[in-house]
């Protein structure tokens, strides 16, 4: 039977740090809100756009797995923040790979792009339709966030992880999956002028207004991720307690730990980075997953949990199988383009080009007015 081993893996981080007291300095909120009710400390705000995060978790990936751009057939990236919606991200970074003619597609399902794209990327690789893929999820959230509404601005961060799947006879990657979506719910988590049915309208495009039930997306993500762990986990026939490492979407910690209890593995085996980078929506399991290996934390063999959840409202849980190799084959020399501005000031640059007021009534979609 042929798996999809995940071979390749690398992240790319935009450098500029945004601190809770830089948003505290914008906001009318403070370190201690921010930190008691979600766990983040910082987060990353990108100077280049969406493509290029993209591509250098791409090229780092594929220098990890030992492969060149020219041998790969199958590029998925996952994103709901996209430099332009046609032409596509994903031949955006065929070309800058020189993966020419290999297909490209994007998914959107919001935070859980990355994982819907490892799945249909593995399915590919395992049916014999692609011999390999790379598979990205990134996120430039910054240029659409609304910097007027605490109840979101705080959350979320830019960044981009990559990995590569192989065709492989051994038991590695995705064993198992769960995939969903809470269709009924998806007003609770809409942003507004992000989309065709703004068009024409009047709004300037990346002006946003985020309708964002915070409590009830809470609810449904603990309730989506903990259900499909348990789902995935029953594919598999295996427990709870042969699981070495949760990498799950953070998007806020008591989340976490919510869904941690009701799957019954223990904080010690979930790992964190919503500390340092925030929620990057689809960039947030594969750069925990990196920064997971960089740390040690995934041993030859180990058993992987990956919940997420995101708009939609999209959830699912995968079950991987790492593989014997825990560290990247080469290092690749390629890096972002070099950043001496503070994230303030990249954010201040973004709003002054937002001349129009935010304003409830401000944006009218289509359809609607
Ligand atoms: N600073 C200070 N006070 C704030 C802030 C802030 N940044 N934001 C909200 N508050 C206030 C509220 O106004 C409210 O004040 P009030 O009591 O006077 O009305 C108070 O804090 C409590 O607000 P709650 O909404 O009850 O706070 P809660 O504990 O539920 O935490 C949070 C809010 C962090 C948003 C939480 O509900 C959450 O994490 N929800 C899930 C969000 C999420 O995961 N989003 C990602 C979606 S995925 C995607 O695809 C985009």
Redesign the pocket.
């Given at each position: 039977m042929t798996y999809a081993a995940i071979t390749g893996w690398g992240k790319c981080l935009p450098p500029a740090v945004l601190s809770n007291r830089d948003l505290a300095s914008i906001?009318?909120?403070?370190d201690e809100?921010?930190v008691s009710?979600?766990g983040i400390h910082e987060r990353r705000i990108s100077h280049v756009g969406l493509e290029e995060l993209g591509y250098v978790a791409a090229a780092r990936a594929l220098a990890a797995a030992g492969l060149t751009g020219s041998a790969v057939e199958l590029i998925v990236f996952g994103t709901c923040s996209h430099d332009d919606q046609v032409p596509n991200m994903a031949s955006g970074i065929q070309r800058r790979i020189g993966a020419q003619p290999a297909a490209a597609y994007d998914i959107n399902t919001?935070?859980t792009s990355f994982l819907y794209g490892l799945s249909t990327a593995t399915a590919l690789i395992r049916t014999g339709v692609v011999r390999n893929a790379l598979v990205i999820g990134a996120e430039l959230i910054s240029p659409f966030m609304d910097w007027a509404d605490?109840?979101v601005a705080?959350?979320f961060g830019d960044g981009a992880a990559a990995v590569v799947l192989e065709a492989s006879e051994r038991t590695e990657g995705v064993l198992a999956q769960k995939l969903g979506c809470y269709g009924d719910a998806r007003e609770i988590?809409r942003v507004q002028g992000m989309g065709g049915r703004y068009a024409n309208r009047g709004v300037l495009y990346g002006v946003t207004r985020w309708q964002f039930e915070?409590?009830e997306?809470?609810r449904r993500?603990v309730q989506g991720m903990s259900s499909a762990c348990d789902a995935a986990l029953a594919q598999s026939n295996l427990k709870a307690d042969a699981v070495d490492l949760v990498v799950p979407h953070q998007?806020?910690l008591r989340?976490i730990e919510a869904v941690a209890r009701r799957t019954h593995v223990p904080m010690e085996k979930v790992f964190l980075t919503i500390q340092r980078y925030g929620?990057m929506?689809s960039a947030t399991v594969p750069v925990a997953l990196c920064d997971a290996l960089e740390e040690g934390r995934v041993h030859p063999g180990a058993l992987l949990l990956m919940p997420s959840?995101?708009?939609g409202l999209s959830f699912c849980a995968h079950v991987v199988r790492w593989g014997s190799r825990t560290t990247a084959l080469h290092t690749s020399a390629v890096e972002l383009p070099p950043n001496d501005r503070p994230a303030l000031e990249i954010l201040r640059d973004c709003l002054a080009r937002k001349t129009r007021p935010i304003a409830t009534g401000a944006i009218t979609p289509f359809g609607d007015a």
């Open positions: 906001l009318d909120t403070s809100w921010i009710r979600t919001a935070c605490r109840d705080v959350l988590l915070g409590q997306i809470f993500a998007a806020n989340i929620n929506s959840f995101g708009g």
